[in-house]
Structures are given as C-alpha cells and as structure tokens.
C-alpha cells in the first residue's frame, strides 16, 4: 500500500526560503511558484488553502554562511526565523527552499546539512506538517560567477559551481530521507533549460523566468498528489456527480448532426453513423 503522507485537504501552507519563493523575476507576483503552487491546490480542494508567503531575497539558512557576518543584527536568516515565520503559523504544509544562496556565498556543506536537518526536526514536532523539500535551482552558464548575485545585498555570491551544487541536491535529500518528508526535484524538472532563466547566458538575472516558475510549481504540486490522498476528494467527487464524461458526446459544433469525436472517424469514412448525437452532457444531480 502506497504511503499516504495527508489523507485530509490542506488548511494552510507556508512557503518559506529566498529570492525564488518571494517569486523574485515573475512577472506578476501571482506567477511566481508558491502562488502557482497554491493556485493548484485550490483547483481540487472544496476550500482554498490559506497561503503565507515568507520568503526573503538573498536568504540564507546557516549562520556558518560567510554572508552572515554582513546579516547579522540586521536581517534574520533561515535558522533563525523559521520558528516564527513557519512554527507559530501552524501550518500542516510547509514548503522549504533552501540552498541555493547558501552554496553560492560559501556555506561548508555539513553545516547547510545539520542546520538544514535541525529545522525539519523542529517543524516535525506534533501537530505535524506535511513537509516538502525542494533541491536547488538550475543556474545556466556564467550565472555561478556573479558576486552581486543581481541583489543589492551582500557582495560574495561566486562560491559556487556545478559540482558544489550537486552536493548540496544531495545533502537535500539525504535530510528529506532521513527525517520522512516528502521532496521535489526542481532542478530535474528545470532540465537544464537555459530559456526558463530570466537571462539564458547567466550573465545577467539567473532568477526563473514565468515560464520557469510555472514549470518548479507543476513539480512541487506533482509531489504532493502523489503522496497526498487529500488533494484527490473532490476530483473523486466531481467525477461521481458529474457521469463519465458526458461532454463527450457534445456536437461537434452547434447544429451538427454528430459529436466531435464521430467528426474524427468521418474525416476518414464519410458515412460513419452519428451514434452519440442525442445524449446530453449535463451533469447528473
């Protein structure tokens, strides 16, 4: 039998990370993934979920991040603000997105890991939260030599490389195995796609364009249906009030003396009958 990590709709989801979960690059702020992300989960859910976003540009997780020196006193990090930013909001969804700008300014990768490791333990104290981790975000060409990292904060972001990286994807796992929480694999479903990069060359914004962040938002959400029963209620329900797809036996268009599928079978036999043309698609009360 298949692990079933929530078999009830979600309440209340909170987003928490860096520049990619505010949704830094989008167009529109409700086309960043985390709104994407919810707008989904509203779409086969009886009620909305409620949704806080709290993410923070040129976050980091670790205080072991060198960046941190230049924080410190003045803007909270991961470790430090989860508790009120994700905790206090008694959330039973929590999104984690953290990595990224902590390999890029130089983070030792076991302190990432234990620091990383502390705040999913923390988050998993009853009343538990379906928690998912997300790995780290494709970066294309030149986008691992910026030192600005396109933001006004902080002046060391070129620490990183492709092999750095990998470690810290891997590091993201092995802590959503070893504390049983779900995880989305962005960067794969990213498939190292230059064009979903606000500046496909790297040399300039390596934020996820709209595109990009609609695609990292369709993965979180595959995630969650996958492992959570609750998302399926209402398509379970729509599906029985509503027959077994009786729009299919709409005409084709309006007049026409077969449905649109009979159309398709007369594109290659002219005198197919028009079994279906009488049915309704009205749904059953």
């Not at 990370?17 to 690059?25: A, D, K, L, R, W």
């Not at 410190?72 to 700008?101: A, C, F, M, T």
């Not at 890029?104 to 999913?120: C, I, N």
Request: proline residues 6%; charged residues 30%.
């Amino acid at each position: 039998m298949k692990r079933d990590f929530s078999s009830k709709p979600f309440k209340k989801l909170v987003a928490l990370g860096e520049s990619h979960t505010v949704g830094i690059s989008a167009s529109r702020k409700e086309l960043g993934w985390a709104p994407i992300l919810k707008d989904l989960i509203d779409q086969f859910q009886e009620k909305p979920v409620t949704f806080v976003n709290h993410g923070i540009g040129a976050d980091v997780l670790s205080k072991k991040c060198p960046m941190y020196r230049d924080y410190q006193g003045e803007r909270p990090i991961g470790i430090e603000r989860y508790r009120k930013h994700v905790i206090d909001e008694k959330p039973d969804l929590v999104v984690i997105s953290y990595g990224l700008n902590d390999f890029r300014a130089g983070t030792p990768l076991a302190a990432f890991e234990r620091d990383l490791s502390t705040m999913v333990a923390d988050i998993q104290k009853p009343p538990r939260s379906v928690i998912v981790l997300l790995d780290t975000y494709f970066i294309p060409g030149k986008g691992f030599d910026h030192k600005t990292g396109g933001t006004e904060v902080g002046r060391a972001w070129h620490y990183g490389n492709k092999t750095i990286q990998l470690r810290f994807n891997k590091a993201i796992k092995r802590v959503a195995k070893r504390h049983d929480v779900l995880f989305a694999p962005i960067s794969e479903a990213q498939g190292d796609a230059e064009w979903m990069v606000c500046t496909p060359s790297g040399n300039g914004d390596i934020h996820a364009n709209d595109l990009g962040h609609r695609v990292i938002g369709n993965k979180v959400f595959e995630v969650l249906a996958n492992n959570c029963s609750g998302i399926s209620k209402k398509a379970l329900k729509d599906r029985k009030q509503a027959g077994k797809s009786l729009w299919r036996f709409d005409l084709w268009k309006p007049g026409a003396d077969c449905r649109w599928e009979d159309k398709l079978k007369r594109d290659f036999y002219p005198d197919f009958p028009a079994k279906f043309a009488d049915r309704s698609s009205k749904p059953k009360k």
